[in-house]
């Protein structure tokens, strides 16, 4: 049965694609690609590949063992979600937009004016990320855990005790930071610095997702840049590249390029991983939606409903303020630590929907975020494109190389608030400084011929013929005014005096 299942998949899954593939709609630049991307590695590869190589890592780690319906209605669920996500994301009134690229000078003065403000920008925000991510980086590099994190055993979730995840996650402003400016002194090389060694820096604490984020936003900058809907093939071999360099941290945690450093040798750590290739939990977003399955509803009786929305409205208050502030969602009907050892699992949009409400609310879920994501993405392409629309966009899209893994509304926004934080610094200093933009510009050249027609001459009638193309003013020469009079209403598609 569920080998029935994994081969409706993939031919689910290459239709869809080469059906995008062949639209008008198709781009980088559309959430779908990256949906697409993340469901055809996680839920149509994974499955073919668990079925040749025997996968069981995840089951033994996790303390479960799904029986073959669980997992092919785990697989259905998956494939549900993605088509509920795909078919509200091209609703008319959603993302069934072609990308497209607004050619204005105006737009290349603006970026060309704002960029000597980011450097305030960055002198703003950066010292507080750098802080951040070398904290991270020198506990890792002595081999120590970050000292305000704890683990709770019963909920799985690491959480502060004595400092402030503000603190913690400041270093996510150096995606926006390292990618925008790269941009805006158009990629040359002393601009592409900055980029790389965060994400030399970032891959030796043995965390990938902001790295992965970084270079995604400077691939989709550069894109841009290049007015190009998608890379062309030769760019095949840096995507390897990242592929190699994500398996490689996956494998050590950045162990051994924290050695190559001067880092710490801890004999007692052995990273020769026995797992098989994309056996690890890093891949195992299938495997936790067969533990979803496998809990929701038949051992806990009950649905989440969504009240994990509700951790929107505590997240944002710091422990050291709240010292009884709730671990997780503010209200929970059942623990998923009750029933196996989901330690570190992410669920994804189609878990998290079948937890909220089944079937119905894998639809609801991943319909709700592929219209919404969608409209987002109309918004800008119908734009004018400004910088800060451009740089909000591109910094804005790889936030979900995380969001779709984990599947919660609460990290988008979680994310949002320090990859937007750079660009709103830059906002308020150019603001302050009073710095035109392109819309300024047109604006008031929009008044200024306003006011000039308004205060211009009315036109004669010779005036009138005068103004009229070449070809249709030589039909009148040599007439009687009154037939030219005549003439001139009937091309106007009026009826003559």
Same mark, same amino acid.
């Given at each position: 049965?569920?080998?029935?299942?994994?081969?409706?998949?993939?031919?689910?899954?290459?239709?869809?694609?080469?059906?995008?593939?062949?639209?008008? $709609?198709?781009?980088?630049?559309?959430?779908?690609?990256?949906?697409?991307?993340?469901?055809?590695?996680?839920?149509?590869?994974?499955?073919?590949?668990?079925?040749?190589?025997?996968?069981? @890592?995840?089951?033994?780690?996790?303390?479960?063992?799904?029986?073959?319906?669980?997992?092919?209605?785990?697989?259905?669920?998956?494939?549900?979600?993605?088509?509920?996500?795909?078919?509200?994301?091209?609703?008319?009134?959603?993302?069934?937009?072609?990308?497209?690229?607004?050619?204005?000078?105006?737009?290349?003065?603006?970026? $060309?004016?704002?960029?000597?403000?980011?450097?305030?920008?960055?002198? !703003?925000?950066?010292?507080?990320?750098?802080?951040?991510? #070398?904290?991270?980086?020198?506990?890792?590099?002595?081999?120590?855990?970050?000292?305000?994190?704890?683990?709770?055993?019963?909920?799985?979730?690491? @959480?502060?005790?004595?400092?402030?995840?503000?603190?913690?996650?400041?270093?996510?402003?150096?995606?926006?930071?390292?990618?925008?400016?790269? #941009?805006? =002194?158009?990629?040359?090389?002393?601009?592409?610095?900055?980029?790389?060694?965060?994400?030399?820096?970032?891959?030796?604490?043995?965390?990938?997702?902001?790295?992965?984020?970084?270079?995604?936003?400077?691939?989709?900058?550069?894109?841009?840049?290049?007015?190009?809907? @998608?890379?062309?093939?030769?760019?095949?071999?840096?995507?390897?590249?990242?592929?190699?360099?994500?398996?490689? !941290?996956?494998?050590?945690?950045?162990?051994?390029?924290?050695?190559?450093?001067?880092?710490?040798?801890?004999?007692?750590?052995?990273?020769?991983?026995?797992?098989?290739?994309?056996?690890?939990?890093? #891949?195992?977003?299938?495997? %936790?939606?067969?533990?979803?399955?496998?809990?929701?509803?038949?051992?806990?009786?009950?649905?989440? $409903?969504?009240?994990?929305?509700?951790?929107?409205f505590t997240e944002p208050i710091p422990r050291v303020l709240w010292p009884?502030?709730?671990?997780?969602?503010?209200?929970?009907?059942?623990?998923?630590?009750?029933?196996?050892?989901?330690?570190?699992?992410?669920?994804?949009?189609?878990?998290?929907?079948?937890?909220?409400?089944?079937?119905?609310?894998?639809?609801?879920?991943?319909?709700? #975020?592929?219209?919404?994501?969608?409209?987002?993405?109309?918004?800008?392409?119908?734009?004018?494109?400004?910088?800060?629309?451009?740089?909000? %966009?591109?910094?804005?899209?790889?936030? =979900?190389?995380?969001?779709?893994?984990?599947?919660?509304?609460?990290?988008?926004?979680?994310?949002?608030?320090?990859?937007?934080?750079? !660009?709103?610094?830059?906002?308020?200093?150019?603001?302050?400084?009073?710095?035109?933009?392109?819309?300024?510009?047109?604006?008031?050249?929009?008044?200024?011929?306003?006011?000039?027609?308004?205060?211009?001459?009315?036109?004669?009638?010779?005036?009138?013929?005068?103004?009229?193309?070449?070809? !249709?003013?030589?039909?009148?020469?040599?007439?009687?005014?009154?037939?030219?009079?005549?003439?001139?209403?009937?091309?106007?598609?009026?009826?003559?005096?």
């Amino acid at each position: 049965m569920f080998e029935v299942a994994v081969a409706l998949s993939l031919l689910a899954y290459v239709a869809v694609s080469v059906t995008y593939l062949r639209s008008r $709609y198709f781009s980088v630049f559309h959430p779908f690609t990256l949906y697409c991307l993340f469901h055809g590695l996680v839920f149509v590869l994974r499955p073919v590949l668990s079925i040749w190589l025997e996968y069981d @890592y995840v089951y033994r780690a996790h303390h479960f063992m799904p029986t073959t319906g669980d997992r092919t209605v785990a697989l259905l669920a998956a494939n549900l979600g993605f088509l509920a996500f795909a078919f509200f994301s091209f609703r008319p009134g959603s993302g069934a937009v072609e990308m497209r690229f607004v050619a204005d000078p105006l737009l290349q003065d603006e970026r $060309y004016r704002l960029s000597r403000y980011f450097i305030w920008a960055m002198a !703003i925000c950066a010292p507080v990320a750098v802080w951040s991510l #070398w904290g991270q980086f020198g506990a890792a590099l002595n081999n120590e855990a970050y000292a305000d994190m704890v683990l709770d055993r019963t909920t799985g979730v690491a @959480y502060n005790t004595t400092g402030t995840g503000y603190f913690y996650e400041a270093q996510l402003m150096l995606v926006p930071l390292t990618t925008i400016i790269a #941009w805006v =002194f158009r990629f040359r090389l002393l601009a592409l610095l900055p980029a790389a060694v965060f994400v030399l820096v970032r891959a030796g604490t043995g965390g990938r997702g902001p790295f992965i984020a970084a270079l995604f936003a400077l691939g989709l900058f550069y894109l841009y840049h290049i007015r190009r809907k @998608y890379p062309p093939l030769r760019a095949a071999m840096g995507l390897l590249a990242i592929g190699a360099l994500f398996v490689a !941290i996956g494998q050590d945690r950045g162990y051994g390029l924290r050695t190559a450093l001067g880092g710490e040798v801890d004999s007692r750590i052995n990273f020769e991983s026995s797992e098989p290739f994309l056996g690890g939990m890093d #891949w195992s977003n299938m495997e %936790y939606l067969e533990y979803v399955v496998y809990v929701v509803p038949q051992r806990s009786q009950s649905y989440t $409903y969504f009240t994990e929305l509700l951790q929107i409205f505590t997240e944002p208050i710091p422990r050291v303020l709240w010292p009884g502030k709730p671990i997780g969602p503010p209200i929970k009907f059942f623990s998923m630590f009750d029933y196996g050892y989901p330690i570190g699992a992410t669920y994804s949009l189609p878990g998290v929907g079948w937890m909220g409400l089944g079937w119905l609310g894998v639809i609801m879920l991943c319909g709700a #975020w592929g219209y919404v994501l969608g409209l987002i993405y109309r918004r800008f392409v119908e734009s004018d494109q400004s910088t800060f629309k451009v740089a909000a %966009y591109m910094c804005f899209l790889p936030i =979900f190389v995380v969001a779709f893994r984990d599947g919660l509304v609460l990290t988008v926004l979680r994310q949002s608030v320090f990859y937007m934080f750079p !660009i709103v610094v830059w906002v308020a200093i150019a603001r302050l400084f009073n710095v035109p933009l392109a819309s300024d510009l047109r604006a008031a050249a929009a008044r200024l011929r306003r006011r000039e027609a308004m205060h211009a001459p009315a036109p004669s009638e010779t005036d009138q013929l005068e103004s009229q193309p070449a070809p !249709i003013a030589a039909l009148y020469d040599g007439l009687p005014p009154a037939v030219r009079r005549r003439r001139l209403a009937l091309s106007h598609g009026q009826r003559p005096d």
